[in-house]
């Protein structure tokens, strides 16, 4: 495989702080591992997209280490506004928690929500 994942911070800007960010080269080339990830990628039509992160929430013991499956899809345009509405949900629900102060942290990281959304 020629292309390359690399998982890194970036810094919002103005004080804010680090965020996380998974940065992918992706190479052409007759690999089939750099061909599924063509195809991953052609599939959101070369354009910003929104995409669901699934965490399995069953974490398995494998050869001494802990192990989570982390799932990163697309959503799909017929998918959208069900995805809207379910942010709207968890943002509401992530208020209340907090006294209706906004959190300083991504509330779709909590641990009641396995999945959240990013443009």
């Known amino acids: 495989m020629k292309s390359t994942i690399k ?3 970036q810094d919002r800007g103005q004080g804010k702080g680090l965020e996380p960010v998974i940065a ?4 052409n080339s ?3 591992r750099d061909g599924l ?3 991953f990628f052609q599939s959101l039509g070369h354009t910003s997209s929104f995409l669901k992160v699934n965490f399995d929430h069953h ?3 494998v050869a001494n280490d802990l192990t ?3 799932s990163i899809l697309p959503v799909r345009p017929e998918e959208l506004e069900k995805t809207q509405k379910d942010l709207v949900e968890i943002i509401e629900s992530d208020k209340k928690q907090k006294g209706g102060q906004p959190a300083n942290y991504s509330p779709l990281f909590s641990k009641e929500n396995s999945e959240y959304i990013r443009r």
């Open 59 to 61: 974490i398995i013991k």
């Open 7 to 9: 998982i890194d911070f």
């Open 68 to 70: 989570t499956i982390i």
């Open 37 to 39: 990830l063509r195809t």
């Open 30 to 32: 007759d690999d089939v």
């Open 24 to 27: 992918i080269r992706m190479v």
